[in-house]
């Protein structure tokens, strides 16, 4: 008896994906789909893209004060204080200029790192907004199905 229930189980369950796997044909069949009513009903990607807003702005603050510094480093080297203010030894000037450098880098990356967020975020925006449009298409098609009487 183990084995035939397991065996059921095992076809039910090939049926299943075969089925799940199969392309739509009609805007009713994805309502019809557990899989694919899911993914129309849920709110996922609208939180993803909340999260990430978030993310982005307080990147944006964490680099603040960093902006603010490399502006006064960089300013403090125009107006010809530089390293020479801080110290005369050349060490100290190369150490100070290796600071402003990898200041620098360090700004880039994360600047990067926030444009690559926001890039991201308008693409799972996008994908929010045609999920919606689709969404509204099939309960549009439902309603129409529905009156001619092909759908209960």
Known sequence: MYGCSTLNIEISRKEFISDELKPITALEEAVVRPSSKITLENNFLELLSFELMEFIEDEGKKLFPLRNLMNSLLNMIDEGYGPNLIS????????????????????????DLIYRYRETRDKIVTTQNKKLELRDKVAKSMKRAKRKGNVQ
């Open 88 to 111: 005369e030894r050349p060490s100290d000037k190369d150490a100070i200029l290796e600071i402003i450098s990898k200041l620098n880098e360090i700004l880039m990356n994360q600047e």
